[in-house]
């Protein structure tokens, strides 16, 4: 059985190999690999990850992973991207 955490570890690693981690890929590839137990369906109807795993990806990646609204994925920090924001357009 696996926990959120762990979810968070597979997303850095699906990160590290494929450099921008689109969130539409990650949350099915999650509900394929791991069960719905790590996701839920918004309020648009559309499936979106579990808001633990979310938490836990933000403990790993503290510093070196930004979220692109724009293109709604992420990818790890340029020396551009602003210090002291975890989110870029």
Known sequence: ?????????????????VKN????VAVYKINQKF???FVYQNENGNLA??????????????GMVVWGRGY????????YDPKDSR???
Request: net charge negative; charged share 45%; hydrophobic share 35%.
């Open 35 to 37: 069960g719905n137990d």
């Open 49 to 62: 990850i579990a808001k633990g795993v979310l938490k836990e990806f933000r403990k790993l990646t503290e």
């Open 72 to 79: 709604k994925q992420w990818r790890f920090r340029k020396d």
């Open 1 to 17: 059985m696996s926990n959120s955490k762990e979810v968070a570890e597979w997303m850095l690693s699906e990160l590290k190999e």
């Open 21 to 24: 981690l689109d969130q539409e």
């Open 87 to 89: 989110q870029v357009d």
